[in-house]
């Protein structure tokens, strides 16, 4: 099937002061969503010999890709005639008026029609464990963005029951705000003295996290470091054997498995080699091809099909998405039975 003409939009407000030559290159800007998923999906595309454009004005026919923060600077935007909508939803709301939805976590797009889920990219440039430090366990880090940090994680508390086991915490956080990038901290990157990842949103509420990705067991797996996770469906959608990662629900929890590693070097040697094996599936190679599978089996057609319908149906299906979007709302916030 004939490829359309495919876009990835940044609104101009938005659009970054550099764009990097490659996405396998640490770059801070890839440390917000924005960029994470729409540059990087592009600059990685467009690597692997897939026409695409990158354009910071909205086109008037095609395919355009753009994130769900894209669509601050528009209002009520509806495609056009011969317009197809993908938005990358990464973990906002969905955008009622997009064909279609592409979500970093595979239980959502069980709960949404036309949504598709693709894997986020793992973090670019990604500089390894070095192997040199051999059975030490010293480092245990947590790289990411500080609201995503359990509260008893930040406590002096949890620093002197860590160092009470012998261990250091390294925390790599960010705390700016999204749209901030060039105040990004640019070391999320570096895990070559970090022995274990650490990573647990709250202990307090054991939720799903369905808008989640699971991005910090990817690195972790490309790191060759253990990961000790929180209860989340995204993890729990990868998880094929205990050597995966470890998950606790509880701050005890989190002690126990940190002793449990610290001392078992065969369990922490076993941890690393799966996540060896794991780690070819999210490649940034293979996620490429995921990509192109969607865009041409999927995508493509839906554009077509779209195309194909007169306008005053399309307007119905626009309407009919809105409608249940706001149904969808509603019972997010319980006000339906």
Known sequence: MRLPPIYFYIPQSYWPSKIPASADKAWKGFGIGIYAWTLQTYLRLKADGFPCELVPELPEEGIVLLHRNSLRVHNQLKPAKNLLLI?????????????????????????????????????????????????RFENIAFFGHLTNLAAELLEPDWQRQIQGLGLN?????????????????????????????????????????????????????????????????????????????????????????????????????????NGQIRAQAIQPSQITAKWRSFLEDIAVPTYYLWCSKPRWWQQVILRSSYLAFGINRLQDKGLTR
Do not use: M
Request: glycine letters at 2%.
């Open 87 to 135: 938005c990358l939803k990464a973990e906002l709301s969905q955008y009622p008026y997009a064909q279609l939805q592409v979500v970093q976590n595979p239980t959502e797009s069980k709960t949404f029609k036309n949504s598709y889920y693709l894997p986020h990219w793992p973090q670019p440039g990604l500089i390894p464990r070095n192997p040199t430090r051999g059975d």
């Open 169 to 273: 915490w390294c925390p790599r956080l960010n705390c700016n705000r999204w749209d901030n990038y060039d105040e990004i901290d640019d070391y999320w990157h570096d895990y070559s003295n970090i022995d274990a990842v650490v990573a647990v949103r709250s202990f307090e509420r054991l939720e799903n996290y369905l808008t989640k990705p699971a991005t910090k067991l990817y690195n972790a797996w490309l790191a060759g470091v253990p990961a000790v996770l929180g209860c989340e469906s995204a993890y729990r959608a990868e998880r094929q054997s205990e050597f995966d990662y470890l998950e606790v629900a509880t701050p005890a929890e989190l002690i126990v498995a940190l002793k449990r590693l610290r001392e078992h070097p065969k369990l922490r040697e076993a941890i690393v080699k």
